[in-house]
């Protein structure tokens, strides 16, 4: 892309581009308000040269918007915990709430070609990193995101110029970092990185923009157009649905709850020795991942008093409390709400080494979203191969992702929904939602029925666990969690 | 503290200790229920000395609780971002929420002995900084929190065999680390330094405890008992009000609102001349900040319709964009609202060298919150010399804090809300709390007297901004802000 740009000039005086932008200017304050009522979350990337003007671009775009509705973000190298989260986790982390502009000076282009600058990224590695991209910029789009992706293009002379003189002087010279001085150095191997890299990702729905970068004034022109351009669309193509898409995730065969047996016993003894034993184990294997520093995600679903709170408690008393955490995952919060509706778990995702533990998950989407209205039914459909997606992501990460259903048929349920009624202690745990979402069971068996049917991969797989029999629930949780970290341990 | 401590041990047979414990436990998932009702958080700090048995003694403690109403955190040094936020920042970000436990593993007194024997902090900043952790502790119990902390004392000798036979294993070894080992050689310094540290931060409202560690199992028992004891306090105490405290900050002589003239005109012409100047000295002065590292915090309150937005973009648009962030506070979502008030605002201050600007701030506490019944009387009676030890941690920090108070009329008022009301482009911007708010100006009004006198202090002035002239009003907050900050430039 960049090796075959001709730059594009406007042939206007100077008088006029001046005019120009002020329109600009003034339509982009105006979409401000437009942006808000559509809830129109904008994430405008700045990639570019050094010295090519990101930081002058973005002050003159933000110039007349309200700063309260939007946020300029320098990302700067990540930081020591930051490298233990997924590449784009810190990208996630920035992403706009609806309504809001987010600009971000450099970003994820930027990282990846130092990454292969430095050696840090092999092919292999690179081409999954491409891919992760592609799928993230697509998963913002198809909701509801309009991203726009700029790339300030100086010729190398220019940037050798700007460079120097930044250099000559004690107050500018500071801003000058080794990787400017490198990128005119070796101008055109970066070239070359950087242009496999905006091709891989300079798809359909979201393009690249490269912007000829020479004269300041022109380049914002050139900007401030695109960008009004590319919000006008976006808001005129709200009502457009996103294609549903079924990628090719190789999906393990999986039974039907109605067909899950439920008639497993296990006696309270057998359960006390077994227990021991395992959390033993899990206490070891706790240590191990702790130092090879691999996540683990265990992700917890199941009915209403399945006792999923009691099975969680029996894995994490044979854990390191220092390297878990428990998220008990309700209603989202107005800022989680403003965002992708992932958002609020990447926000959650362990440092590696780390286990995280939610309680309900992104799963939510499709069952009680899908179920009470709280999303489109495009959003859920839609749902299936986003969450394969991220799961996807989080397994190429080297993570351990585990999701329990924990099943108990309709009686046991009312039986312990009974006992807790009446046992004073434990009224708090049951509420009139749970009888109300008793009532609507069937619903949710079929939901769950064709969520677990088509969310079951290879590197995420579900693991339905008999829970009639909270012991041998237990055990077969925990179990589970041993296989699966052994597996990963032992390179399965 | 540790100097004159004599070991307590328990006369009783390790069955006995057993038992003990067993009962203890039990006691301590009941009050999980109990702090759960009574919304009470529960912060526990461990400290001790390296290989004391922090990390077992902490995983004793949670083995029955419900992983999903408590966190364990253990604090790592502070990262590059970290370090340019104010020291307690970090532990402000980890106090639990209501109704849960946060154990901390290693914190602000680990940090600070650190600081002293690495000579990171002399003695004019270590005393600061003791005066600062006891505010902390102080405003965090105030404010409902129970905090309980316990260093593990273990002599000499114990420490040393148990480091070697760490580093004998290569399982081990890697559990130890530099300022482990730097405790054996300077022991007896680090105890006179761990001892002024105690001494200093051992309050009546938060004592310090200390803990035989020497036995694992005395060790859990002690702490189970002192544990379950200072929640039962805790629960009886709920209803028992914390002092009103009237800190001596030296206070500014201020003005009533009824006071202040409103007259001043300011043409179009004039302003925009005006402002050009202005906002091109406060681009350099920006400059000069993010160089020298000095983290500017800028409060805007004001009447509704007073011109805080408008004033507020003239600031930023002065500004470089990667250097500022404008926050407009709302009502606080759950999970603030569930912490320390002032929670939500450390959470959003600054990194050195940045602006922060807040659109409506802290002082709801004693504006809305005070008049619409959202605290207690006590409450806000306490925020005023509450808020003025958050300015003055700010202020120690080396932060400019600049609070404006945007004053127009009654009759202003009036002809803004109604101008909005007739203009479709403005009416988002009124709603009928805004009409609500206007029936009860007098009450605010006295309120903000109140509030002014009582904050106005010299390290954190209010600045009365005369706004029924817009333009005057811009001029007059960029003026202030560039005072302000060169004041601080020229060491004023």
Chains 1, 2 share one sequence.
């Not at 890299?197 to 490269?210: D, K, M, S």
């Not at 039974?255 to 497993?264: I, M, N, R, S, Y």
């Not at 209603?331 to 609020?344: C, F, M, N, Q, V």
């Not at 939602?433 to 769950?448: C, F, L, S, T």
Request: aromatic share 10%.
């Amino acid at each position: 892309m960049l090796k075959n740009y001709e730059i594009r000039k406007y042939q206007m005086e100077p008088e006029e581009i001046k005019e120009s932008v002020r329109e600009k200017r003034e339509e982009l304050v105006r979409q401000q308000q437009v942006i808000k009522e559509h809830k129109l979350p904008v994430f405008v990337l700045i990639e570019g040269w050094g010295a090519a003007g990101k930081g002058t671009l973005i002050g003159n775009l933000i110039k007349e918007l309200d700063p309260r509705f939007f946020q300029v973000v320098k990302m700067q190298k990540a930081n020591e915990d930051e490298k233990r989260k997924p590449f784009l986790w810190r990208y996630m982390e920035k992403i706009p709430e609806a309504g809001k502009f987010v600009f971000l000076d450099s970003g994820w282009l930027d990282e990846t070609v130092d990454d292969v600058m430095h050696d840090k990224i092999d092919d292999v590695a690179l081409e999954k990193r491409l891919r992760q991209i592609r799928t993230f910029e697509r998963q913002l789009k198809d909701n509801g995101y309009l991203v726009v992706k700029l790339f300030l293009q100086i010729p190398p002379k220019e940037q050798k110029h700007r460079l120097d003189k930044l250099l000559e002087n004690k107050d500018t010279s500071w801003r000058v970092d080794e990787d400017d001085i490198l990128q005119v150095k070796k101008r055109e191997k970066f070239e070359k990185v950087y242009d496999r890299i905006l091709e891989a990702t300079n798809t359909g729905y979201v393009p690249w923009n490269i912007v000829d970068a020479v004269d300041e004034k022109q380049a914002l022109l050139q900007v401030l157009h695109l960008l009004t351009n590319q919000i006008n669309q976006a808001v005129e193509n709200f009502k457009i649905l996103p294609e549903i898409l079924h990628k090719d995730y190789p999906l393990l065969k999986m039974p039907k709850l109605a067909e899950v047996p439920l008639d497993q016993e296990m006696s309270k003894e057998e359960y006390e020795i077994e227990l021991k034993k395992l959390q033993k184990k899990l206490k070891k294997l706790h240590n191990k991942i702790y130092r090879k520093r691999i996540p683990v995600i265990i992700a917890y679903e199941g009915w209403d008093a399945a006792g999923k709170g009691g099975n969680i408690k029996r894995l994490t008393s044979a854990l390191d409390p220092r390297g878990f955490e428990v998220y008990p995952i309700a209603a989202p919060e107005p800022h989680e709400k403003a965002r992708h509706y992932l958002w609020r778990f990447y926000h959650r995702l362990p440092k590696d080494g780390h286990i995280a533990i939610f309680d309900r998950t992104w799963y939510g989407r499709v069952m009680v979203e899908r179920l009470e209205g709280f999303c489109t039914e495009n959003d859920w459909k839609r749902a299936y191969n986003e969450i394969n997606e991220f799961e996807k992501d989080l397994s190429d990460w080297g993570a351990v992702v585990i999701k329990f259903w924990i099943q108990i048929d309709k009686d046991t349920q009312l039986a312990r929904f009974t006992e807790r009624q009446n046992t004073p202690e434990k009224q708090w745990k049951i509420t009139d939602e749970d009888w109300r979402n008793r009532e609507k069971w069937d619903d949710y068996e079929a939901a769950i029925d064709e969520m677990i049917a088509k969310t079951s991969t290879e590197n995420a797989p579900w693991f339905i666990i008999q829970s009639n029999n909270k012991y041998y629930a237990r055990i077969q949780a925990i179990r589970t969690v041993i296989d699966e970290i052994e597996k990963k341990l032992n390179g399965r």
